[in-house]
C-alpha cells in the first residue's frame, strides 16, 4: 500500500503545472563586477574540464585529482551524476558543443543507475539527467528518471518516515542529512507524473528529519539511527565529522540547500523557516572565516590550523542564492551577501586553479572524509558541480545599474 500523509491542499500546489508554490520576497540583483567575474570563470572552467575529459576512463564518472593522479568511480558512485551535470551546466553558459557531446556519452553510461539500489540515486540521476531534461525536455530522459523515482521509493519506510541510507543492520534504519539532497527527484516526479505518491514521501522524509537531525541551535547529526519497526530513534552519530556532536561542515549545507528546496517545491513555510534557522546557525558561527569558507567541521580541532572544504562552501553558497529570495529585505541582504563573499573568494587565487592545474578540476582544497582519511584537501567533482550552479543561479540575477 502506497503511504500518503499530505494534505491536498499541498498536493495540488505542488502537482500545479508551470506554478511554484514558494513566492519570491525580494527581487535580487546582481553585482556586475562579480558577474564578470563568473564570467571569466565559466570561461576557465571550460578550459579545465577539456583537460581533465581525456582522464576519464569510457565506463566511470571522475572523482577527484590527487598525488597526480586522476581517479574515476564506476556508474553506480554517489558521484557519478556531478561530472555530467557540471558539464550541462557548462554548456548551458557557454554554448560550447564539445561539453555537450561529452555529457551525452556520460548519461549512456549512467542510465542503468535508475534501478541503483541507492539512496544517493537523486543525486546521480537528477544532477545528470534532470539537468539534460531541463535544458531539452526529451520523453526518455523523463522516463528514466521517473523509473529512478519509483526505485528510490523501495527505500522508504513508512514506519520511520524516511528512504533509508546506506545499509542497516536487522531491527535498524540509518538516514544521514545528505538524504534530503534526493528528495528533489521525489517532487519533480509527483509533478512529472501526476501522482501524489513520491511527493508523500518527500514531504514525510522532510519532517521526520527536521524533528530528528537538528539540534536546539539547528546544527545537524550527520547520521540517525532509528528502530525500524517503532520508528523511535537508536543514536544519533556524526560519521564524516569531528565528533558525534560537532558540526560537520558539508552536512549542514546540505541541509540548508535540502530545507530551500522544499520550501520551493511544496510552499511549506515550516522548510522556509527551518531554512533561515539552518542560514542563521551557520552565518553566525564564531568559527565561519571571513571569507565564508568553513572548515571541514565547525567544531574541528585545530581551528584555524586545519583544512577548509570548498565543497561546503559551494553548497551553501548556491543555497543562499536561492534563499534570499524568499526572504524578507534584511535576511535577502545578508545570505545574498554572503554568497557573493564565497563566489568572490572561490574564485581568488587560493581556491580557483590555474589553468592546467589540478587535474582539470575548477576548485582545489575540498575535504571529503578527513576521519577515515579519504580524500583530504583535494578537487573534488561535487564542489565544481555546486560551485558552477552557484554561478549560473547568480549570473540569471538581473544586474544592478
Known amino acids: 500500500m502506497r503511504y500518503c500523509s499530505v494534505s491536498v491542499l499541498i498536493v495540488a500546489l505542488?502537482?500545479?503545472?508551470?506554478i511554484s508554490s514558494a513566492q519570491q520576497q525580494t527581487k535580487l540583483k546582481a553585482k556586475p563586477d562579480l558577474v564578470k567575474i563568473i564570467d571569466r570563470n565559466l570561461k576557465d572552467a571550460v578550459k579545465q574540464y577539456k583537460i581533465l575529459m581525456p582522464h576519464i576512463p569510457e565506463d566511470s564518472l571522475p572523482e577527484t585529482f590527487e598525488k597526480g593522479q586522476w581517479t574515476s568511480n564506476p556508474p553506480k558512485s554517489?558521484?557519478?551524476?556531478?561530472?555530467?551535470?557540471?558539464?550541462?551546466?557548462?554548456?548551458?553558459?557557454t554554448k560550447d558543443k564539445a561539453l555537450y557531446d561529452e555529457a551525452m556519452s556520460k548519461l549512456k553510461v549512467l542510465e542503468e543507475q535508475k534501478f541503483a539500489n541507492s539512496h544517493d540515486i537523486g543525486f546521480m540521476m537528477f544532477c545528470s539527467y534532470g539537468n539534460a531534461n531541463r535544458i531539452k525536455p526529451q520523453a526518455p530522459y523523463k522516463d528514466i528518471l521517473l523509473t529512478s523515482a519509483a526505485t528510490l521509493s523501495k527505500r522508504f519506510n513508512p514506519n520511520v518516515g524516511c528512504t533509508m541510507s546506506w545499509g542497516s543492520k536487522p531491527g535498524e534504519f540509518r538516514v544521514i542529512i545528505?538524504?534530503?539532497?534526493?528528495?528533489?527527484?521525489?517532487?519533480?516526479?509527483?509533478?512529472a507524473s501526476g501522482d501524489p505518491y513520491f511527493a508523500n514521501i518527500a514531504i514525510t522524509h522532510a519532517n521526520t528529519t527536521m524533528k530528528n537531525h537538528f539540534r536546539p541551535d539547528y546544527s545537524t547529526y550527520h547520521l540517525v539511527n532509528y528502530n525500524s519497526e517503532t520508528g523511535e530513534v537508536i543514536r544519533r552519530q556524526t560519521v564524516q565529522g569531528a565528533a558525534d556532536e560537532s558540526a560537520w561542515a558539508r552536512g549542514q549545507s546540505w541541509g540548508l540547500y535540502g530545507y530551500t528546496m522544499m520550501y520551493r517545491e511544496t510552499g511549506k513555510t515550516e522548510y522556509l523557516q527551518q531554512a533561515k534557522n539552518i542560514a542563521n546557525f551557520l552565518l553566525s558561527h564564531p568559527n565561519l572565516p571571513e571569507d565564508k569558507i568553513p572548515y571541514w567541521d565547525y567544531n574541528a580541532p585545530g581551528i584555524p590550523n586545519t583544512y577548509r572544504d570548498a565543497s561546503a562552501a559551494a553548497i551553501m553558497a548556491s543555497a543562499l542564492i536561492e534563499l534570499a529570495g524568499y526572504s524578507d529585505a534584511t535576511d535577502s541582504k545578508r545570505y545574498l551577501e554572503t554568497s557573493e563573499t564565497i563566489l568572490r573568494s572561490l574564485s581568488g587565487e587560493i581556491y580557483k586553479a590555474k589553468k592546467g592545474e589540478n587535474g582539470g578540476y575548477l576548485l582545489k582544497h575540498s575535504v571529503s572524509h578527513l576521519p577515515r582519511g579519504n580524500k583530504i584537501d583535494v578537487p573534488l567533482t561535487y564542489a565544481d558541480y555546486y560551485f558552477v550552479e552557484a554561478m549560473m543561479r547568480y549570473k540569471n540575477l538581473p544586474s544592478k545599474n
Open 78 to 93: 554517489w558521484i557519478s551524476g556531478f561530472y555530467p551535470g557540471t558539464l550541462l551546466y557548462l554548456y548551458e553558459a
Open 14 to 18: 505542488l502537482l500545479s503545472p508551470g
Open 178 to 191: 545528505d538524504n534530503m539532497m534526493n528528495l528533489e527527484l521525489l517532487t519533480w516526479a509527483s509533478k
